[in-house]
């Protein structure tokens, strides 16, 4: 028996509405994107912003540039564009950046940080979520432009050319930045192995 | 320890790796309110930036055409008067000095 198909979102419709300034429309625009902007800004929430006044300006923004969107690109890559940007720019912002200290580790954190770091296994499955808060923890040591091109490649596995088109960045450019988050993580490591959990 | 980060056998790679499998369980609907919330500020935020530029662009330039063609009024006899053949003379130099108040004059005045 087939499906009943859910009927696709009519974009291009549903943008032709929002021009004319129909609010009903404008609506159905937000409720259609919101889970892939909710997606980039949890993905790189600055600290102590709300991730629902950041979705917001992402939305705001969108539709007072809505003008200039001239259809090059596919509206989602656009929207993309500007969650990403909005939230670099609110990243930029945050000037200080914690310091990352082994005393500031939960039990948890501390220990698989000592294991991946004394041995060559790997974590265990049920340390995944340490995993992800050391990760995190340790990205927010970088530059806000660095830290972003890391996540992206190494959390997201997005590709250079990928990352280019989301950060509107050359090529070249976020391969520097690459290379030199990773000097800079390479080094934090180093460091960590030297003070070593006490 | 490796030197390179891509290196599957580097902390950094297996914490990545690790992190990676976490999967994120949160609801990505847009909350009750947020979409008639956001697309009620975006028209009424074009509303106040399409009114300011009435009220103040539109209103000046009826200001400025209002006054432009009071002075074309005021001076219509100068406009349209045949230009004079002869120069502009000053018929003594004490003529070219402006009546001016002077304050310190004034406080001299004051002083005596």
Redesign the interface.
């Known amino acids: 028996m087939p499906d009943e198909a859910v009927p696709a979102f009519d974009l291009a419709g549903c943008l032709e509405r929002v021009r004319q ?1 129909d ?1 009903g429309a ?3 625009l ?2 259609h994107l ?2 892939l902007v ?2 980039i800004v ?1 993905s790189h929430l600055p600290r102590r912003v709300a991730e ?1 006044d950041l ?2 300006e992402v ?2 923004k969108m ?2 540039r809505l003008a200039q969107y001239q259809g090059a690109v596919p509206f989602t890559h656009w929207v993309s564009r500007i969650a990403v940007t909005t939230c670099i720019d609110h990243l930029r912002a945050q000037k200080r950046r914690p310091e990352f200290r082994w005393a500031d580790l939960s039990e948890n954190e501390a220990e ?2 000592d294991a ?2 004394t041995n ?1 296994n ?2 265990q ?1 049920n ?3 340490a ?2 808060e ?3 923890k ?1 990205l927010a040591q970088l530059k806000p432009d660095d830290q972003l091109v890391i996540r992206l490649l ?2 997201e ?1 997005k590709t250079i050319a990928e990352i280019a088109g989301l950060t509107g960045w050359n090529q070249s450019l976020i391969k520097v930045r690459a290379f030199r988050a ?1 000097r800079k ?2 080094k934090l ?2 460091e960590l ?1 030297r003070k070593e959990r006490s | ?1 490796s ?1 390179n ?2 290196d599957p ?1 580097h ?12 999967p ?1 369980e ?1 609801d ?4 009750y309110g ?10 009424a ?2 509303e106040t930036v399409v009114s300011l530029f009435d009220r103040f662009a539109l209103r000046a330039l009826g200001v400025a055409s209002l006054l432009a063609i009071f002075s074309v009024a005021w001076n219509y006899r100068v406009l349209t008067a045949e230009p004079s053949s002869q120069p502009v003379t000053f018929a003594s130099s004490e003529e070219l000095v402006m009546p001016a108040y002077d304050p310190v004059a004034v406080v001299l005045d004051i002083a005596d």
């Open positions: 300034r609010q404008a609506r159905e937000v409720d919101y889970p909710i997606r949890r629902e979705s917001q939305f705001m539709f007072t698989v940080l991946v770091m060559e790997d974590v499955a340390d995944a979520m995993s992800h050391l990760v995190h340790l190494d959390l596995q990773r993580l390479q490591f180093q192995k | 320890m030197s980060l891509q056998r902390p950094w790679a297996r914490l990545t790796a690790a992190a990676r499998t976490v994120d949160r990505t609907a847009a909350p947020f979409a008639t919330r956001v697309a009620a500020l975006a028209f935020h074009e």
